[in-house]
């Protein structure tokens, strides 16, 4: 069973930066698409960053040049650099691992890590 647990999420203030962590259990980690997702208070999930096998990665346009993907698959560890932070941003933040091509979430959600951006 993948178990996915999410880390590195805090308060901030606009402008800032933070690096969320991944770490997943269960799955040959290698072979899979990782995503991260976001759920704002109110709102849908929506997955704004997302890394292949390959490491080729795809953003949400709402934080294109501002998110960075990154996976290292020896720790089973997906990362999500996030730099010039938004007040919009805040949200709790959650990986799973990405069906190719849907781009559909496979794995049970961990418990988030919440980011919040102050103005």
């Known amino acids: 069973q993948v178990q996915l647990v999410e880390s590195g999420g805090g308060l901030v203030q606009a402008g800032g930066s933070l690096r969320l962590s991944c770490a997943a259990s269960g799955i040959i980690f290698s072979i899979n698409a990782m995503g991260w997702y976001r759920q704002a208070p109110g709102k849908q999930r929506e997955l704004v960053a997302s890394?292949?096998?390959?490491?080729?990665?795809n953003y949400a346009d709402s934080v294109k040049g501002r998110f960075t993907i990154s996976r290292d698959n020896a720790k089973k560890t997906v990362y999500l650099q996030i730099d010039s932070l938004k007040p919009e941003d805040t949200a709790v933040y959650y990986c799973?691992?990405?069906?190719?091509?849907?781009?559909?979430?496979?794995?049970?959600w961990g418990q988030g890590t919440q980011v919040t951006v102050s103005s």
């Open positions: 799973n691992v990405v069906a190719i091509p849907t781009m559909r979430p496979i794995g049970s």
């Open positions: 890394i292949t096998r390959a490491y080729t990665t």
